[in-house]
């Protein structure tokens, strides 16, 4: 069979959410996917509820779905990508045409019912009017959708921003849900389209959490950069690659989905800011010019640590400094590597 869509979901102690998020899956009417589920040598009984759902389901066979339990925790941009080109590997062997579209969900989020079908539906439709000379338009990299407390109608994520020192936010986070709700408005316009392109925001970032990609696209840059471990600014990393190459990142305030968040790392917490600051300096090292490093991040970074950093920090962010600097040689390949891979694209 011949699936429109690759969704992967990687776990890591999500004994507390992954049946729901896959009860939310299977619920969608969009059902054209192949889902893998790649768990991160969870400690908890995640694997076992997986097993679990999987048989309870008779939708769920070895034709649409697979579960790969991985014997260490390899990241999460390391699990997607080990989940992808081990499709792809398989698919090769099958001749079968392969997916258009990647979707990444986290385990704790749970998607309103129709938001894969509003998600897919209207990436494509603005692609291809753009194809066709029916727009002028710059085409779609990468999406997503808007996100909601797991129990609240509380705004999680309405797409993201950078700032100069790449410290990052996510866009009307906090708000109640009704300040955006009049902006969506209906799901179809009166030609039965299920999106309308003047409701579609442009934004710097949008979140692993629920991603949408050209599945092409993804694996011409080679997925993600496995060395945002174990997790954060992969997806930052992978929407900056996509601007260089002029694709928009977007969200569609259709696609509605709800998400715990910080499920496997409490945010807040010393790890989090370990891992945080560790991965924010390598990515604005990895995407910035040396001038422009220099002279925007430094000041940024400066002027951030004075005003707004806070005393729990100060560990993490010696840690992040201090690795980044020992890293920095491989960083730099990395960079280099980076510009070529960019460089291909842009001349087909």
Not at 45 to 53: A, G, P, Q, W, Y
Not at 280 to 308: G, P, Q, S, Y
Request: overall charge positive; proline content about 2%; some cysteine.
């Amino acid at each position: 069979m011949n699936y429109k869509s690759l969704i992967i979901i990687v776990t890591y102690n999500s004994e507390n959410f992954i049946e729901k998020c896959l009860h939310s899956i299977i619920a969608q009417d969009y059902t054209e996917w192949f889902l893998i589920v790649a768990d991160n040598a969870s400690k908890d009984e995640t694997v076992t509820k997986i097993r679990e759902f999987r048989n309870m389901y008779p939708g769920l066979d070895a034709g649409n779905f697979k579960l790969i339990a991985l014997r260490k925790n390899i990241g999460f941009a390391g699990a997607v990508n080990h989940a992808f080109f081990n499709f792809i590997k398989a698919k090769k062997e099958n001749t079968g045409r392969g997916p258009e579209f990647l979707i990444l969900l986290n385990p704790d989020i749970y998607i309103n019912r129709g938001s894969l079908k509003k998600m897919v539906s209207f990436y494509k439709a603005v692609n291809e009017k753009i194809n066709r000379g029916q727009s002028r338009s710059v085409r779609i990299g990468a999406a997503g959708g808007l996100i909601l407390d797991y129990n609240s109608v509380t705004i999680q994520h309405y797409g993201g921003r950078i700032r100069d020192n790449f410290i990052t936010y996510h866009i009307n986070s906090g708000k109640d849900y009704s300040v955006i709700k009049n902006e969506t408005g209906k799901t179809e316009n009166g030609k039965g389209e299920l999106y309308r392109e003047d409701r579609i925001k442009d934004v710097d970032y949008v979140t692993g959490a629920f991603f949408v990609t050209d599945f092409r696209l993804f694996s011409n840059l080679g997925g993600f950069d496995a060395g945002y471990r174990p997790a954060y600014f992969e997806e930052l990393d992978y929407c900056l690659k996509l601007k260089k190459i002029k694709r928009r990142v977007v969200v569609n305030p259709d696609s509605v989905a709800r998400h715990f968040e910080g499920a496997s790392v409490k945010k807040f917490s010393r790890n989090f800011y370990r891992f945080y600051h560790k991965n924010r300096i390598r990515c604005a090292i990895i995407n910035m010019d040396f001038l422009t490093f220099l002279k925007v991040f430094f000041r940024a970074e400066l002027r951030w640590l004075k005003k707004e950093s806070t005393v729990d920090q100060f560990l993490p962010l010696f840690y992040a400094y201090f690795i980044n600097f020992l890293f920095l040689p491989c960083n730099l390949i990395i960079k280099l590597k980076n510009h070529l891979i960019l460089n291909k694209l842009e001349l087909k």
